[in-house]
């Protein structure tokens, strides 16, 4: 039996039914309780709008292109300048989210980015609007936050489902900005009779003004974990403030961490890509207009609203027969024939067809998405921010690579770099094969003898750690994280009477 | 016979007329036959919105006589320079008028008359910064272009005239745009020193 220095939170009860680290067990979308769906839809509303205004500048470039004289070069450096900044910003975040909690740590970095949104409006050059660009996608990070606070709130048998839904509802402000920005310029060009080159200044208020609110929303009505904020956790002793030398120690040096930041490079990286280039593809390739092509454009990232979290739930679905061998077969087989669909969609000439497979294609490569972070909470309990981290930064590390190879200059027409990108696609994700759970096994490999979670969970901790009791919200989460098993493993072994909570009090 | 002759005349119109729309007018089909001059008292830099462009054109007399009998419609067309297409493909040269990018922002449109036109006319303020020259096209009563004129040679290169854009921004918004971002960062400061409070108080308790 479990003793807590501080009473209140055992006797507390929650709205959902939860496990022993008072995560939620169940997924109820439209309920608001606090804290676990309260979180949920917090995280996933401030992250769409940090989408937002990331890819806001994209549907008005035809006015902001002539206001700010910008060349073909311009726009692609900025584009790329947008994904760029995530790639550390994303890591940053991950650590910051086990040290300071998911609260704290995503208000900051909305409020801190937000400034650069406002100041879009004044932008007056092509530096000034890159550099915008560039700020604005910083707060891409809150991505890592979000994934993190819903592995904090929510059970393995459900976290992928959290985890995509919000991961999934976030994306849909990259295709939802494609429709709002438009509509919010017309409204102030036509309605209010502002020249062009003002209504786009300052339709951009409207998304600085919406990522400002959402972190208040965050900062007020939110909590890290089910038991409270990390400050006051901290401070009564019941969690133990950890370093961060060690917590950075083990994502590193844990090679799963490394093998999912490539492969979501080629996942989400790809998506990230599709969203800056679709809409001028087809509008060069099939001479649609420029309004064709921006809801050509908007679909692709609108399929989240079902693709990503779609692949969430099915890693939930797969892993209660086949455990994490299941979670692993899915993703690879997903993320392949996402390639596959990206080679051949280069390679259609007709636009219905290509507007077909592209569709196809979305809902492939986004539930692969969605996929990722149904095995990513599993990776590492102590070090869950940084890998989380590392993984969202190799997803914009992919974007990064993919643009520059594939979608710069006039080396490859568009249509032969989205065939390339498939082969790329496909090459990469052949390292999920590495993948291996001592416990559960990998894809080809099943557990090896006599290892349990415990073993994998507590070998973050040193002996010294341990005889302080820091390590006991992996101890938790490893009995918790005993369904990954599958059906199959419900006879394997389990700890040993050595690891008793007799330890710990 | 007279109906056939009929259906034949209108076929052979309609024919004529989707042989234009479909197949396309291009540019290098049509013949300078009109002559344009552009000038300004501010000299060849004008500013969007403020500055003024006189523009005149006549039909070129060595073209023979009758050249002119199917005009109909005169536009006026500000057109950009190469220097200001380079690397902007959305502002792109093609030979099919239908495709094709170059003149984007229409002065006026007036009905053919074949001297004594002149067209004072205000920059508008959302031409953006570029360099320019002024084309004129001249269509016939079904609307298919027969002809041009333009101010500047072949290369497009003489006689180019410089626009200085608006910025777009205004006093107001850009004291409201910095407001809000130190009101951001600012609220931000007092989110820290409100947590740091939270945790001194749990721990007295």
Known sequence: ?505 | MDQFHAMFAVGYLMLSCFAATCYGVTFSSLHKTLIVSASSPQGHVLKAGEDELTIKWEVNQTFPPGTDSTYKTVKLKLCYAPESQKDRPWRKTVDDLKKDKTCQHTIIARPYTPSNNSFIWTVDRDIPSAMFFVRAYVYDGQGVAVGYGQNTDRSKTADLFTVHAITGRHVTIDVASVCFSVFSVGSLVGFFYMERRKGKVSLVK
């Open chain 1, 1 to 505: 039996m479990e003793i807590s220095q501080n009473t209140n939170t055992t006797d507390r009860k929650f709205a959902l039914p939860v496990d022993s680290e008072h995560k939620s067990t169940e997924f109820r979308l439209f309920s608001i309780a606090s804290p676990h769906m309260r979180a949920f839809h917090l995280s996933w509303i401030s992250f769409f709008s940090c989408f937002v205004s990331t890819f806001a500048a994209p549907p008005l470039l035809p006015i902001i292109r002539d206001n700010l004289n910008l060349t073909a070069t311009d726009i692609g450096n900025a584009g790329i300048a947008a994904v760029s900044g995530a790639v550390f910003a994303r890591v940053a975040m991950g650590t910051a989210c086990d040290l300071f909690g998911p609260r704290l740590a995503s208000s900051s970095l909305i409020l801190l980015t937000a400034p650069a949104v406002f100041l879009s409006l004044i932008a007056n050059s092509p530096a000034a609007f890159l550099m915008v660009r560039f700020f604005t996608g910083f707060s891409l990070a809150t991505f890592v936050s979000t994934q993190f606070w819903m592995s904090s709130m929510f059970s393995p048998n459900v976290v992928g489902t959290a985890n995509g839904l919000s991961g999934g509802w976030g994306n849909l402000g990259g295709g939802a900005t494609q429709l709002i920005m438009p509509l919010v310029y017309s409204l102030i060009h036509t309605n209010i009779g502002s020249t062009k080159f003002t209504a786009w200044r300052v339709a951009f208020f409207i998304p600085a003004f919406f990522q400002m609110l959402s972190a208040y929303a965050i900062f007020f009505l939110g909590q890290d974990m089910p038991d409270g904020n990390y400050v006051r956790l901290e401070k009564s002793g019941e969690k133990h403030k950890d370093s961060f030398s060690q917590v950075f120690y083990h994502a590193i040096t844990n090679y799963r961490g490394w093998i999912l930041a490539l492969t979501y490079g080629y996942c989400f990286g790809v998506e990230l890509t599709i969203d800056n280039i679709i809409a001028q593809y087809f509008y060069d390739r099939f001479n649609v207009n420029l309004h064709t092509a921006g809801i050509i454009a908007a679909s692709f990232g609108l399929a989240n609203l079902f693709s990503r979290p779609g692949g969430g739930i099915l890693s939930d679905v797969v892993a209660k027969r086949f455990g994490m061998r299941g979670r692993l077969w899915t993703l690879w087989i997903v993320q392949m024939i996402g390639g596959l669909l990206c080679l051949l969609l280069g390679k259609i000439g007709s636009l219905s067809g290509s507007v077909a497979v592209m569709l196809v294609f979305s809902v492939f490569v986004q539930a692969a998405c969605g996929l990722t972070f149904g095995v990513v909470p599993f990776i590492s309990r102590r070090s869950l921010g940084v890998i989380s981290g590392m993984t969202g930064g190799g997803g914009n590390v992919g974007a990064v690579l993919t643009q520059v190879i594939f979608f710069r200059g006039s080396r490859y027409s568009t249509e032969d770099g989205i065939s390339l990108m498939g082969v790329m696609i496909m090459c990469c994700t052949l390292v999920i094969l590495l993948i291996y759970f001592p416990q559960w096994g990998g894809l080809f490999c099943g557990p090896r003898k006599g290892v349990t979670e415990e073993d994998y969970y507590l070998s973050e901790w040193t002996t010294a750690e341990k005889e302080q009791g820091f390590h006991k919200m992996s101890l938790k989460f490893s009995e918790n994280s005993r369904r990954e098993r599958g059906k199959k493993g419900e006879s394997v072994p389990l700890p040993s009477d050595k690891e008793t909570p007799s330890t710990f009090v």
